[in-house]
């Protein structure tokens, strides 16, 4: 089954409404400053995606409740924190090396908006007493710091293992829609066994997700975000690190003298795309984030069917069946 | 009394360093880079005041628990990440606005292991279950966060009231220490009248520890940090903000045209510091932390003597009688 984001929806359109509306009373602060920045990160909301796992979790697991509602602001708090604080990098990147005093005005604040963000998450499930809650989301914030501290440390060694690949976006990607299917299960008092197998399914859907985005980058659609960047960057995503590993001693001395040496060169990246696609580089992480979809649909069998499960069935194939 | 900070750990100098022992294990990671940096940021540590502060209280209220250990780790952990965030900008002041690649490297990374550090400490207290050195860390989070930013918001507004000025320095400063002794109480399962006589207390020598640092400022010790600093980044603290309150409508106009126009020149600074020892406002900042001194101290006297007491006493005194 084929469906948009907007039938996906249908079964908890009316709890996104109310979520959106709580959403912006949770952020509310005493300082004008903060809410002038919080209400212009509500503007530039994405896809929602992440409160959408929490409450289609919730209902195949028994019933959207009122902590659903928190659990999801927690979560979407969270990821909004951590947006903010990558700002501050981004934005770096983007000025090459250059900083005006107003950039470092603004970095200061993402960092603080970022940390307040946090606590206000926190503090919603510590005022509600939501103890799972907080034991789920402190895990997630670890480990996607840890993520993405070990792809820094990684990052220019370019003989990183497929084995270090899936830790690093375990860690920084799947973590999180982990925690959201895990938040889910918990708001509508679940077992142990439920939360952790619905922990174990964001898991997968989550590095579904994150090998579709890095297969992007390869240009399999031939749109979305621009071809090559991570090789500009010098990333090493699971089709290249394929390629690499069924490659002969000289080609793969070839390939990483490019990438090391010639990767602001255009022509140089795209014959490592090309050495990619040669090598069955993309049919190999295709084949990978396609059995990751079927172990995480086949760990939604057990439940019941609902209108629910078939729209987060329905959410978890639009991950890997996304334009961008 | 006078006493050094020697003699004030006396009561506790075993757990202390147990506890610093401790720390270092919670900081432990999986990721090598992460471990490098926390064994620099453990090496580097300062005073330990705020563990002091846990443990005297703990000490003060009924005796230190396994659990004080954890909420002085907590506490430390949330300092030390709040150490880091504020790198993200010193390090960039330093540079006067010019960064290196290797700079945002740092940059990037002070922001993670911020974060990594902040979720180690809540989880240290998620996985043994207490909700309730949560639920005060959280608090201390949103204020400290809230009050930083306040504190930008206001900055380049000259007329900054004394009303504003106690607001920003109870959110940034004192809610840690408040935070610290109100942390120490509940580990020994004080009741809530007492946690929040505590959260009182230390609340009281933070605004009293803040206004000591302000006061530094205009050099009334002639030695600690350089004089005039806080003038040269605008940051009206409440020496100058009472001299202005009580000067002519002429002084206050020729002071703040120095402040807005020539605070990058020596001379010009030095006028202004003039004006504030002229006007009275270095005797009315250090009778007001007096006042803020007495009153913690008087919140003390419905406990017990102890040696515990004497010390915790003694370090109220110390945060105003230090050098530096």
Redesign the interface.
């Known amino acids: 089954m084929k469906a948009d984001l907007k039938q996906i929806q249908a079964p908890i359109s009316s709890e996104m409404v109310e979520f959106e509306k709580k959403f912006r009373d949770f952020m509310k602060?005493?300082?004008?400053?903060?809410d002038h920045i919080t209400n212009y990160i509500v503007r530039r909301k994405g896809k929602q995606m992440r409160p959408m796992f929490v409450f289609l979790t919730a209902g195949v697991c028994g019933g959207i409740q009122e902590s659903t509602y928190r659990g999801a602001a927690l979560i979407e708090l969270l990821h909004t924190a951590?947006l903010v604080?990558d700002d501050?990098?981004d934005d770096?990147?983007y000025r090459r090396?250059?900083?005006?005093?107003n950039a470092?005005?603004k970095?200061?604040?993402a960092?603080?908006?970022?940390?307040?963000l946090?606590?206000?998450g926190?503090?919603l499930s510590?005022?509600h007493?939501e103890?799972e809650l907080?034991?789920i989301v402190?895990?997630a914030?670890?480990e996607?710091?840890?993520g993405?501290?070990?792809q820094?440390?990684k990052a220019r060694k370019l003989d990183i293992t497929e084995e270090v690949y899936y830790t690093i976006i375990r860690q920084k990607t799947a973590s999180l829609i982990a925690s959201c299917c895990a938040v889910g299960a918990s708001t509508t008092g679940a077992s142990e066994e439920v939360i952790e197998r619905m922990r174990l399914f964001g898991e997968k859907v989550g590095m579904a997700f994150q090998i579709k985005d890095d297969l992007f980058d390869y240009g399999e659609d031939e749109i979305g975000k621009p071809l090559g960047i991570d090789i500009k960057e010098k990333k090493m995503t699971l089709p290249l690190i394929y390629a690499l590993n069924h490659a002969s001693w000289l080609e793969k001395k070839k390939i990483i003298y490019l990438i090391r040496n010639k990767n602001e060169d255009k022509k140089a990246v795209n014959q490592v795309i090309d050495f990619v696609k040669k090598s069955g580089g993309m049919d190999y992480a295709t084949q990978v984030m396609n059995t990751y979809l079927e172990e995480a649909l086949d760990l939604l069998k057990e439940f019941p069917e609902s209108e629910y499960k078939t729209s987060l069935e329905a959410l978890v194939r639009y991950t890997i069946e996304r334009k961008k």
């Open positions: 602060s005493k300082v004008k400053l903060l951590t604080h501050v990098v770096a990147n090396g250059f900083f005006s005093v470092l005005w970095n200061k604040i960092v603080l908006v970022g940390d307040y946090l606590s206000r926190l503090l510590v005022d007493g103890f907080l034991r402190s895990h914030v670890r996607m710091s840890e993405e501290l070990l820094i440390a």
